[in-house]
């Protein structure tokens, strides 16, 4: 089945503890990126890569890294975690040579808590 | 920069009802827009796009969208709205490398 993978789907930690939530796709996209969704505000997107190797930031990318060494795999990392990062986390891929408008596949999210 | 405005929160229409989502974009240049519904707890889903051509858009689900340059809209509609329709839809725009999204409205469909 094609889709999208995030790990984890829920997640509870303290301030400054580092975590990543790794994303994964099996359908061979070239393009990633990783959005955030908070009440109000819509996605907002963190972080995207148009191929191996190569990433860019997006509207609100502080606080966070990201790296594309294989192109399945875009992990998220946050390096020390604050409150306002608290927020439901969204891994998305495309088919297309780069650019996005083709339509992104979304995977299920991961809510992060940080306390 | 690009922009997407969504200016209902919710929107609610009883089953049955044609029922209108509305979209308004600003971006340089050709635009091309999308819409995406989110069932709770899910991520996103493509609904369908516009990239160029005719301006109504047909899309999943018996939804379409019209697309309107003079007055920059890209509204989403259905003839005859379903329970099941009741969701988050986002609307969003394509510039560069970037896709922006509005802030979503919630669809309340009411038997």
């Known amino acids: 089945e094609a889709q999208v993978t995030q790990n984890p789907r829920y997640l509870i930690t303290v301030t400054g503890k580092k975590l990543t939530v790794t994303c994964s796709q099996n359908?061979?996209?070239?393009?990633m990126s990783w959005y955030r969704q908070d009440p109000g505000l819509g996605l907002r997107q963190i972080y995207y890569s148009m191929n191996v190797e190569v990433t860019d930031k997006g509207d609100v990318p502080e606080g966070y890294k990201v790296s594309r060494k294989e192109k399945r795999n875009f992990p998220l990392i946050l390096e020390s975690p604050s409150p306002n990062q608290t927020s439901l986390y969204f891994c998305t891929s495309s088919w297309t040579s780069g650019s996005p408008y083709n339509e992104q596949f979304f995977g299920p999210g991961t809510r992060l808590t940080v306390l | 920069a690009q922009s997407v405005a969504q200016p209902e929160d919710q929107v609610n229409v009883a089953e049955g009802n044609p029922l209108t989502v509305k979209c308004t974009y600003s971006?340089?240049?050709?635009?091309?827009l999308f819409w995406y519904v989110q069932y709770p707890n899910r991520g996103l889903q493509f609904l369908l796009k516009y990239i160029t051509g005719d301006n109504l858009v047909k899309g999943s689900y018996g939804f379409e969208a019209e697309f309107n340059k003079s007055q920059t809209s890209f509204h989403l509609k259905k003839p005859s709205a379903l329970v099941s329709d009741s969701a988050l839809y986002f609307c969003a725009v394509n510039y560069g490398n970037m896709l922006t999204f509005g802030g979503g409205t919630r669809l309340m469909v009411k038997p």
């Open positions: 359908m061979n996209h070239e393009y």
């Open positions: 971006v340089s240049g050709n635009p091309y």
